[in-house]
């Protein structure tokens, strides 16, 4: 046992050295430990925020049955969308006006084209020809921006407007 106390004694310094340097180290990780612990901590006072008195199971389940209920009505609002795109390529999106004088006795362009074309450039021209004594109105139907039925200049520029292109 004398052996024992010679060696700790002629060994003090380095066995104090050797403990403190162990001391540090166990701080830096009751430290490190203790970070973690607070992050983890508020992770789950946000988690359980607005929660009187629930457990964490519980909090669980209601999130996801509230997360069921959103992925319903997503899927609802999924479907209404499609429907709504489908009805939205079939209506009017684009138009084209062009007036003009039909006659040259006739000013302040009373006349007019009107082209209405949905996605796909299909739709009906509308032209009104007005003039001294009556005025007529006419409708041709237009597919991929064209109708079988001959366009006056005029219509052809209401078309070309409802498309998109400037004169």
Request: net charge neutral; glycine share 4%.
């Amino acid at each position: 046992m004398a052996d024992v106390f010679t060696w700790i004694a002629a060994n003090s310094a380095v066995i104090i050295l050797s403990l403190t340097a162990l001391v540090f180290i166990l701080l830096l990780i009751f430290l490190f430990t203790l970070r973690r612990l607070n992050k983890t901590a508020k992770k789950y006072q946000t988690l359980v925020e607005g929660a009187e008195q629930k457990n964490l199971e519980q909090i669980i389940l209601d999130n996801t049955k509230a997360l069921r209920q959103v992925m319903f009505e997503l899927n609802i609002f999924r479907e209404r969308l499609e429907v709504v795109e489908e009805i939205s390529e079939k209506s009017i999106q684009k138009v084209g006006l062009q007036r003009f004088d039909a006659f040259d006795d006739i000013g302040g362009e009373m006349s007019y084209a009107v082209a209405f074309l949905n996605k796909n450039n299909d739709g009906v021209i509308i032209s009104s020809i007005f003039a001294r004594d009556d005025a007529r109105t006419y409708c041709k139907p237009v597919q991929a921006g064209k109708s079988q039925h001959a366009l006056s200049p005029d219509e052809q520029k209401a078309i070309r407007r409802a498309l998109g292109f400037t004169e």
